[in-house]
C-alpha cells in the first residue's frame, strides 16, 4: 500500500498521503487528477474504473480497497 500512497501523492503533488487522508480534502483533486489516478490504476494495477465510480470513495483507504476488489488475478 505505501507505494500506492506514494503514486497517489506524486499524483497530487504533496509529500504524503495517508490511508486515512480524504482524497477530496486536497486542493489538487479535480477532474484531471482522478483521470491521472485512473491511468495510474490501469497502468500499474491492472484495474480499470471510471470516473462515476470514484463518486462514493472518500479516503486513500477506501480507494485502496476498491483497487484490490477489482485486481485480476
Same mark, same amino acid.
Given at each position: 500500500?505505501?507505494?500506492? !500512497? *506514494?503514486? $497517489? =501523492?506524486? $499524483?497530487?503533488?504533496?509529500?504524503?498521503?495517508?490511508?486515512?487522508?480524504?482524497? #477530496? =480534502?486536497?486542493?489538487?483533486?479535480?477532474?484531471?487528477?482522478?483521470?491521472?489516478?485512473?491511468?495510474?490504476?490501469?497502468?500499474?494495477?491492472?484495474?480499470?474504473?471510471?470516473?462515476?465510480?470514484?463518486?462514493? $470513495? #472518500?479516503?486513500?483507504?477506501?480507494?485502496?480497497? !476498491?483497487?484490490?476488489?477489482?485486481?485480476? *488475478?
Amino acid at each position: 500500500m505505501n507505494e500506492f !500512497l *506514494t503514486k $497517489i =501523492a506524486a $499524483i497530487l503533488e504533496v509529500d504524503e498521503v495517508k490511508e486515512s487522508d480524504e482524497l #477530496k =480534502a486536497f486542493p489538487q483533486w479535480d477532474s484531471l487528477s482522478v483521470l491521472s489516478v485512473i491511468a495510474m490504476l490501469d497502468a500499474n494495477y491492472g484495474v480499470n474504473l471510471r470516473a462515476a465510480d470514484l463518486g462514493p $470513495i #472518500k479516503s486513500a483507504g477506501d480507494l485502496w480497497r !476498491l483497487v484490490q476488489s477489482r485486481k485480476r *488475478t
